[in-house]
């Protein structure tokens, strides 16, 4: 069983959770649209039309992913990292149309309820759709964690919403079955609604934040400074730092001035020192130092 498992999901962990997300996503949007029509519940049937969104926007985080990991080549010097903040963006904007469109339908569930709804078989299915949805969210979550791709860590935010929306329904559920009151069907997915909007303008902002070149988070760039600073020594002074993100890697540049009586060569082993111990910091990353020489002192008064 492992084997052929091994042999399905690829051995990259970020496109291995994509391909997870695929699948699950897949198995979900099939059980709450069909129990969303049995029962009658517009919430399940809701959830189960972002199910369908989840796994159009896994299978672009998948795209991406596996995209983006190619080398860069003469035409993209930089890499294909990009590709991840696009389908980053795609992801939120497909969250915000299900928004909408969830918000719409429980508009009209409220203003017109009907009479009832078979909550049982639409809890069960809610309830496991939570706790697959919760335990991939860990998975995702480490992985996002550990190779910085904005694709997966926007994948995770997302796999967190549908925890979030299938707990909900199961509320809702639970409240129409004790009360017998069928509103709170629509009530509960208007929230939801709500919800989906508040993520996908989180995900576009920190997309847009990637496009427009933005610096590392302030946390990120103090242990830069704190890396560079612990390299330098007291013999060597830096500046014009710059960082940005592309896709998973970071990009990091800046000048060192060194003293006059420094050789080419020991600059040059001072700067491979620093791009050694920053990727180590950050593996993959790109650093790039520009060395300067001592401003020159005037003469003497």
């Known amino acids: 069983m492992a084997s052929i498992v091994a042999r399905v999901l690829p051995t990259d962990p970020a496109s291995r959770a994509a391909t997870l997300s695929v699948i699950l996503n897949a198995i979900s949007m099939v059980l709450k649209l069909s129990v969303g029509v049995i029962s009658g519940s517009v919430a399940v049937l809701s959830d189960g039309i972002d199910s369908l969104e989840d796994f159009v926007a896994s299978g672009i985080a998948l795209a991406s992913v596996r995209y983006g990991a190619k080398p860069p080549d003469a035409g993209h010097p930089y890499g294909h990292g990009g590709a991840e903040t ?7 904007m497909l969250i915000g149309v299900g928004g909408v469109f969830i918000l719409y339908n429980s508009v009209r569930r409220i203003l017109d309820p009907p009479e009832s709804i078979d909550t049982g078989i639409a809890i069960v299915v809610m309830l496991i759709a939570a706790t697959a949805n919760f335990a991939l969210v860990q998975y995702t979550s480490r992985v996002a ?3 910085n791709s904005p694709a997966i860590a926007s994948e995770a935010r997302h796999l967190m919403t549908n925890v979030v929306q299938a707990g909900a329904v199961t509320v ?15 009530v509960i997915a208007f929230a939801l ?9 989180g995900i576009l902002k920190s997309s847009i934040g990637d496009v427009l070149d933005s610096s590392l988070e302030p946390g990120e760039v103090a242990a830069l400074q704190q890396t560079i600073r612990e390299i330098a020594g007291p013999s060597s002074d830096y500046h014009e730092l ?3 993100r592309t896709g998973q890697v ?12 420094t050789t080419v060569e020991q600059a040059h ?6 791009q050694r111990r920053i990727e180590v910091l950050w593996p993959g990353s790109v650093v790039t130092v520009h060395a300067d020489p001592e401003a ?6």
């Open 86 to 92: 696009i389908a980053a963006t795609i992801q939120a």
């Open 145 to 147: 964690r550990q190779t």
């Open 172 to 186: 809702g559920l639970v409240i129409v079955l004790v009360t017998d009151e069928v509103v709170f069907d629509g």
């Open 193 to 201: 609604g709500c919800y989906l909007l508040w993520i996908a303008a």
């Open 242 to 244: 710059r960082t940005r």
């Open 250 to 261: 970071r990009h990091v540049d800046f000048h060192m001035t060194f003293p006059n009586s």
């Open 269 to 274: 082993a001072h700067i491979e020192e620093v």
């Open 296 to 301: 020159p002192r005037g003469p003497p008064l």
